[in-house]
């Protein structure tokens, strides 16, 4: 609230008037004398004398109205709200129609929307229009007004919320905050301080998920990244294999705090890296958060350039670095304080806490989407998960249903702050939920784990949308499917053929995840692969627009092995005639060919064949199997 309140303290200085002695609403000479003492002192900048001096003065004569405006107006400048409340609102109940009280009734009206009192502060607003006061308060008064009516329509239309603590053992400590998950929802990574005692640092822990459903309890994450120093507010890819985090001194660093990145390798994360000029400066760097393929990254700097104090900003992953870090402009930043992006895996939908926008007071949780690459107007997530309070850190489930955020709350006089976890309102959630695949990628005659990359595209667009790599001592991968599109996984190897997967996410319905493990074939002679991705209408045998992707990436595979030689072969189901099936079969087969050469594929490299039903990979039992046996495959010759 301090910092919120600057502005409104320079226009209850400017618009409190300091009257002559005709005009103190006093006539005790004794509470003049003491209340001009007072003026000097505060122009000394010696404001605690100056407040003994107005108590003075008040205690002369309480009913001293001018002393009170002062009194209220010092300690506002010194952050002790509920003093200055108090003497505010003895002043305006002292002479309530007087001009001078302006200031002070802006002020009452801000503390009072702060404090969720908002039909008190729609009564200040009320009597300061009846003041008809100048421009610069007047449009602070309109904006005031907005909020407080937005407020209060909240208030009558409430969301479903019903929000509960995380159990004890991951609420253990002091402070717990920033939480956040992989995509599996099976490990959960947050800051905590054990206590608010200033010998006691930042680090982050991990806690897991365990197969009822409880959490362990967390431990540090790792040696390699928290230190005696300050670690914290960090976001992880989806697949749970890149951490970025910020970090407080103690490392190498450019400015205040700076953020760093680390890998994890079967079970061990690496030594933490400075992501270094592109993203990092000699300001204030921190709350990460990272898209799901870990090729985007939001965090917030107050550094020069920006929109207001702290700004969201933006790096991308191209080329094998990161690129230079832009502001994500006015449609997300304002002239106040954007803080804690969480960008939803489904890459689209940006969450936010703000100051500067409608909201019910303090900092607000806000979502924004992003549509053909500008992000909308941002909305608010509504009452009553914004409040009168400090609304920060939320992270919403890949599937869409569960939230998890931090909350502080008074106990026995402290404050603790702890982890909450709450179903999302069906109003608020988001409108392309995702789920995931995952497995492990291994060598199919060996069974042993491949470092691979696996690269998820969009059919429909023939877009590559995310690349991530298997482990390199496990062989896992993970990759994000989101809602609204068809997509195609490869998963490649120098020395393997790719294979590809087809998953058909184009309309909404209740998707789980999905569990395979790629076994990738060496390429030698024999080995041959389907081509999941060739699409023709019924009885066609033109290819489809949205086969370019697969036949692009068979184009680059025969490019990057000079030497490979393949036969492509056509296959249907046992619908129609064998006499219709294989010439069916060859003139699809054909059609790939044709597309191999005329896109440079020395045809000599190539030859196609048309086997009709007559070697199925499964039985024509179901329309499912029928669609296995209708393919295009590729024999290595």
């Not at 205690?59 to 002393?67: H, I, L, Q, R, V």
């Not at 390798?265 to 992501?275: H, I, K, R, S, V």
């Not at 870090?325 to 703000?354: D, R």
């Not at 024999?526 to 489809?544: P, Q, R």
Request: aromatic share 12%; glycine share 6%.
């Amino acid at each position: 609230m301090k910092q919120a309140l600057h502005f409104l303290l320079l226009l209850v200085l400017c618009f409190t008037v300091v009257p002559s002695i005709a005009q103190y609403h006093t006539k005790s000479k004794k509470a003049i004398k003491y209340f001009e003492r007072s003026g000097e002192l505060l122009r000394s900048r010696n404001y605690s004398e100056a407040v003994t001096y107005l108590e003075m003065a008040i205690d002369k004569d309480p009913n001293f109205a001018e002393a009170h405006l002062r009194l209220g107006t010092n300690y506002l400048s010194l952050g002790d709200f509920a003093n200055a409340q108090g003497y505010l609102e003895s002043a305006v109940s002292i002479i309530p129609n007087d001009p001078k009280t302006v200031g002070a009734y802006l002020a009452l009206a801000d503390i009072y929307f702060k404090q969720g009192s908002y039909q008190q502060s729609l009564v200040c607003i009320n009597k300061l229009r009846s003041f008809n006061p100048p421009p610069r308060i007047a449009q602070r008064v309109v904006k005031l007004e907005t909020n407080v009516n937005f407020a209060l329509e909240q208030l009558e239309n409430p969301l479903p919320f019903d929000t509960k603590p995380l159990p004890e053992n991951i609420n253990e400590f002091d402070l717990q905050y920033f939480p956040v998950l992989t995509a599996d929802q099976n490990t959960m990574i947050f800051t905590r301080r054990e206590s608010r005692d200033p010998q006691f640092d930042e680090d982050m822990v991990v806690s897991h998920r365990n197969q009822d459903g409880t959490w362990t309890t967390p431990e540090s994450i790792s040696d390699n990244i928290n230190t005696k120093f300050n670690e914290g507010t960090c976001t992880i890819s989806a697949n749970g294999r890149t951490i970025i985090f910020t970090s407080c001194s103690g490392r190498t660093s450019m400015g205040s705090c700076d953020l760093y990145i680390s890998y994890k390798l079967g079970d061990e994360w690496t030594d933490p890296e400075n992501m270094g000029t592109k993203i990092n400066s000699r300001s204030w760097e921190s709350q990460p958060s990272l898209s799901a393929d870990g090729n985007i990254l939001y965090f917030v700097s107050d550094r020069p350039g920006g929109f207001g104090k702290r700004d969201i900003w933006m790096s991308q992953w191209r080329f094998g670095e990161w690129t230079k870090a832009v502001n994500l402009g006015a449609t997300i930043n304002t002239a106040e304080e954007e803080v804690s992006p969480y960008i939803h895996v489904n890459g689209q939908t940006l969450y936010f806490s703000s100051q500067g926008f409608t909201g019910m007071g303090g900092y607000d949780i806000f979502f924004s989407e992003l549509k053909q690459g500008k992000w909308t107007a941002p909305k608010n997530l509504g009452y009553p998960i914004n409040t009168a309070d400090d609304q920060v850190s939320l992270f919403i489930t890949a599937d869409g249903e569960t939230g998890y955020y931090s909350y502080e709350q008074k106990t026995t006089g402290s404050y603790k702050s702890l982890l909450y976890e709450f179903q999302v309102p069906e109003a608020i959630k988001i409108k392309n939920k995702s789920n995931y695949i995952a497995g492990k990628v291994m060598d199919l005659e060996t069974k042993k784990p491949l470092k691979a990359q696996v690269e998820l595209f969009d059919l429909n667009a023939d877009s590559l949308k995310s690349t991530v790599t298997s482990d390199s001592l496990t062989g896992d991968y993970m990759q994000i499917l989101t809602e609204g599109s068809e997509y195609a996984l490869y998963v490649n190897k120098t020395g393997y053929l790719f294979e590809s997967l087809r998953f058909d996410y184009q309309e909404t319905a209740d998707r789980k995840p999905i569990n395979i493990d790629v076994f990738l074939k060496p390429i030698k002679s024999g080995t041959a692969a389907t081509l999941n991705n060739i699409f023709f209408d019924i009885d066609k045998y033109e290819l489809k627009e949205k086969s370019r992707t697969e036949l692009n990436k068979t184009i680059l595979l025969l490019e990057s092995n000079p030497s490979l030689r393949i036969e492509i072969s056509g296959h249907t189901d046992n619908s129609g005639s064998d006499t219709y099936n294989k010439q069916l079969s060859l003139n699809r087969a054909k059609a790939v060919y044709q597309y191999l050469i005329e896109h440079g594929i020395d045809s000599k490299r190539l030859k196609y064949a048309g086997y009709g039903s007559s070697v199925p990979v499964a039985p024509n039992n179901s329309e499912e199997n029928r669609r296995l046996n209708r393919r295009i495959e590729f024999r290595v010759l």
